[in-house]
């Protein structure tokens, strides 16, 4: 994160209210559309307090009314949505070879979906920064010309980030002590919004937990399905990125295998798996590509539904290790759900018979038909996804945007009582 | 925990004016003695909230005023700390050859530590339950005579407990599905304070995280060094449970060994690094008293401070076996420490060495004389000591204790504009 942290006993007067705006804002999400009464009763807040919020909200066009509803005692009530116009956040991942930018509004609905080829492995860190902000710049550009604000930009590596925006490890970009967020801000020349970096199984799991099936979930792991293989952690309904930020280094997991234990990454990442099941062909480097791996994958598919015995023997073995890799994340954090992302997803009919098997069989009493793995539905773009659900969180959790809107009449600002 | 959960998103005045309270009192345990003024500075509440809310503390006897201090501009401040005397937290651990209580006040100070004999194995759920509340009638007993206000009763069993305080399985005393804590709760014929039942090593890193000199660290895992192995996982400052309430299994990773892989319990368990560091010796069975254990890690200490090869050798072969568990644990969770607990501790010159070697080889970038295991300072009175911290961090969160003090009166019962 870009900014500066508080001490977190210490409400000032505006801290208070902005705590409020978010838990109006999230109220109003959840539940719309609704009026001030519902939100004055979800949230305990009175109703002077609520509908000088709400009017906070409205002017900085976060909130819009979307007419009345008769359908309850007493005069009819204005109803409140979210204003899904009104602005979009910005989520970058980068990959070895591709960078993929989304842009969602407020609500969460897809404003924009791009990918570009990006010679990542052959980049320094300076010239990775230029492209990226060259991406974002085009982003911003689009997003602002549809007369929507910026909310932030998060940008996902496929690597160890430190909490202050530092890429401490990037095995597949060649990079090591990069301070990327500084970099890109400096490229930005300082843009008037929050920029932040994190690693792209992190940002996949919020995408997970705001997006899709699985949404609201409380604790659930995600699995990046790619050449490396990381894991996402939310407990509790939120990201646990550990002490120096570089939870979830599944990939690290020793398993025991048949020809000796090796990491579960060499195992049983999405392109281990691959490898696995086409015993016949010659073994590629360990870093396919992006587009290599994507064709791999579909031969292996289109084997693997033909019934060919090698295939499936592979695909077995290989959703064997998996299992017993996701076994120890299940064992020590106990999550509702273990969500296979990347390209695992096109593999799932494969794995997660085995892999759910494997753990139905240690369960002291799994849910029956409630299997803990499945396979994510957000595709290839849930990292990127996530970054912008990052931004988004931020602003339910009080981050709110302050361009453009006029700040509250001096009478407004309450002087807070409770926190 | 006994009690009907509430909608988190529903803050009614009484759950804001207790919240507050809690608010208030946290702040004077951390910064006690401190002014009425420095706890309006540290928590953003305006002074005359302050006062109102210092005064019901005062009232219910949970604060203390200890005279002035004129080392300030402006008239003399009066000083507040939190009240020793008035109230008790009691924890109860449930082993299978004993039952050990404590009782701590709410400032932690350990008020009573009692042990009793107790054939666990060889009882009944019933008779456990009837044994465990007679331990907690004699405590309850004491404590009241004492003049102190029983603020809840904690219970740490040694095994999987859900979240409803049912004990799922707990192996070393033959239990599945024992609903543990409403057995208890008629046996005390409905006491009038909260009964809680948990897991003993996810109390225990609850103690880790009150006392001692790991205090206030965010990302704390604590081992059980006994018969069994399992971790309690504190991220981001509390403890996570996970979604059935079963996280920290870590016993059951599975690590790669000489003699074919097995489960880290078996080749790292405090009894299994005493049956390994005894290699001249008959194995005996796989479940030692506590009795037996103590008298054999006392054996393997003094023949390892003798130099005895074959015991050094045994210590170091399950500690490195320990150390991969450990490093499963570091690579999932980033935790800022491993607080190797129980019977590890008496074995701790032994086993942090291999265990912390092993961690720096693989860390990024491990802080230079920070070593991320180390040993409990806390004995093994640290599942009791947790559950008491349990209690006290209940009361820390806004569940004050109702009985005795009179209520607020009406007048002071603002309102809340803010939440």
Known sequence: MIGNSRDPNKADVADVRATNLAVVL????????????DVAAATGLNK?????????????????????TGNRVGRPAVMLTLDGASCAAIGIEVGADSLTAVAVDLAGRPVLSWRRAFPGAASSPPRAVTAVAALARRVITRTERDGRQVLGLAVALPGLVDADGRARLVPSLGWRDVDFAAGLVDALRGPGFPVEIGNDADFAVLAEHRFGPHAGTADLVYLTGGVGLGAGLLLDGALRRGHTGHSGEAGRIRVPAAEGDARLEELASAAAV?????????????????????????????????????????????????????????????????????????????????????????????????????????????????????????????RLPDGGAPPAPAAERAVPRYR
Chains 1, 2 share one sequence.
């Open 26 to 37: 999230r109220c109003v999400r959840e539940r719309s559309p609704c009026s001030r009464a």
């Open 48 to 68: 002077t307090t609520v509908s000088s919020l709400v009017s906070e909200l409205l002017r900085r066009r976060l909130l819009r009314e979307t007419g009345t």
């Open 274 to 398: 691959v490898r696995r099941a086409s015993p016949g062909e010659p073994a590629d480097d360990a870093r396919p590509s992006r587009a290599e791996l994507e064709l791999r994958i579909g031969e292996v598919v289109a084997r693997a539904r033909a019934g060919d015995p090698a295939t499936l023997s592979g695909l077995a073995a290989a959703a064997r290790d998996l299992a017993a890799g996701v076994a120890v994340l299940v064992d020590v954090l106990d999550p509702r759900r273990v969500v296979l992302g990347g390209y695992y997803a096109d593999l799932a009919p494969w794995l997660l018979p085995v892999v759910n098997g494997e753990l139905a069989g240690r369960a002291i009493a799994p849910d029956p038909g409630e299997p803990i793995a499945v396979a994510s539905a957000l595709g290839l773009d849930a990292p990127a996804l996530g970054a912008a659900a990052r931004i988004l969180d931020a602003v339910e959790s009080g």
